[in-house]
């Protein structure tokens, strides 16, 4: 059953980068239901996440939102902190999207306090994580805030080479002077 699943999700994620969207769902969505017929609750948290980033691709919000939170909610139970983490950001970058500020800044500093505490981080997923929260809080008008959080997120994002990320956040503190 794991090897189904591993090649659901592998064929899900070749058409994720083909713009096959629906292709890619479908193979999720047969994934999620052979997870929960095996009660694999690993493998459902990692379909259910990837479920849920094929609904945001395909401006679903409402039904990511419902997916996300979900594998939040089985990785909690594994106790693997950093897809937690990962999976939480992307709840919170949901919820600033439709504008629930205030779920999504608890989203974000969860899943900072996580990724700060956790000695395994990948510089990428805090520099994203932040790259949410000065988002928030240039929605919100705590623009001292956001400049910090876009200095940070630069900082990482030049020292693994992102260079997207180190031409937003150094646009981003330029639109945010005093």
């Known amino acids: 059953m794991i090897g189904k699943v591993d090649q659901l999700v592998s064929q899900a994620l070749q058409a994720r980068r083909e713009n096959r969207f629906d292709d890619a769902k479908r193979d999720l969505v047969e994934a999620v239901a052979l997870c929960r017929k095996a009660d694999e609750r690993g493998e459902l948290a990692r379909a259910l996440a990837d479920l849920g980033q094929i609904e945001r691709d395909m401006h679903h919000n ?83 805030q956001a400049r910090t959080q876009w200095q940070e997120a630069g900082q990482l994002y030049a020292d693994v080479h992102v260079e997207a990320g180190v031409t937003e956040s150094k646009r981003r503190m330029e639109l945010l002077k005093v």
């Open 62 to 144: 409402d039904a990511a939102l419902r997916h996300y939170e979900e594998a939040v909610a089985l990785y909690r139970d594994q106790g693997d902190p950093l897809k937690l983490a990962h999976t939480i950001r992307h709840v919170a970058d949901i919820q600033r999207h439709v504008g629930n500020h205030q779920i999504a800044e608890a989203c974000y500093g969860e899943a900072l306090r996580i990724y700060r505490d956790h000695p395994e981080t990948p510089p990428l997923d805090l520099a994203n994580a932040l790259r949410g929260w000065a988002l928030l809080k240039e929605a919100v008008g705590e623009i001292e």
